[in-house]
């Protein structure tokens, strides 16, 4: 009778080590379903263009005087993250050097209110008295 019990601890003593490894691969297995998952839902679904897409590829558009491919760019990185402050004020940019002061004016509000410094205020103002300029000149006659 002691010779069964003996054989029986060893052998429970024997697969703890391998139902650990087999719970260890369980877990693994699941946690990697997940991040299919998740994967497949958020980032699978996005064109390629939106994931690579960055703000210093705006600002090359932008340096090179292409206004229309930046505004398009720059339009995708401002609707995928609004609360950032960045984009709207380079898109405010992007605006005002097209002569779309509305939009531009808007967007500057935006990057003030979500990051009120000292740059976002000074072009904030600027554009309103470049904005109220505008508006009170009258425009030219013909003769």
């Known amino acids: 009778m002691n010779e069964l ?3 029986t601890h060893l052998y429970r003593k024997r697969y703890i080590p391998i139902l650990l490894i ?3 691969f369980l877990a693994f297995f699941a946690f990697s379903g997940a991040f299919k998952y998740y994967y497949s839902k958020n ?3 996005k064109p390629v263009q939106e994931i690579s897409l960055t703000w210093n590829q705006v600002e090359d558009l932008f340096d090179k005087g292409k206004y229309e491919e930046a505004e398009k760019k720059a339009l995708i ?3 995928n993250n ?3 402050y960045y984009s709207h004020a380079c898109i405010a940019r992007i605006y005002l050097r097209k002569g779309d ?3 531009a004016l808007k967007h500057a509000e935006i990057a003030y209110n979500l990051f009120p410094n000292k740059d976002n205020e000074e072009t904030l103002e600027a554009l ?3 904005v109220e300029s ?3 000149t009258p425009p030219p006659t013909k003769p």
């Open 82 to 84: 609004t609360e950032d």
């Open 43 to 45: 980032v699978a679904q």
């Open 22 to 24: 087999f719970l260890i």
């Open 101 to 103: 002061l509305t939009n």
């Open 77 to 79: 990185l401002v609707n």
């Open 134 to 136: 505008k508006s009170s």
């Open 5 to 7: 019990r003996l054989h």
């Open 128 to 130: 309103k008295k470049l």
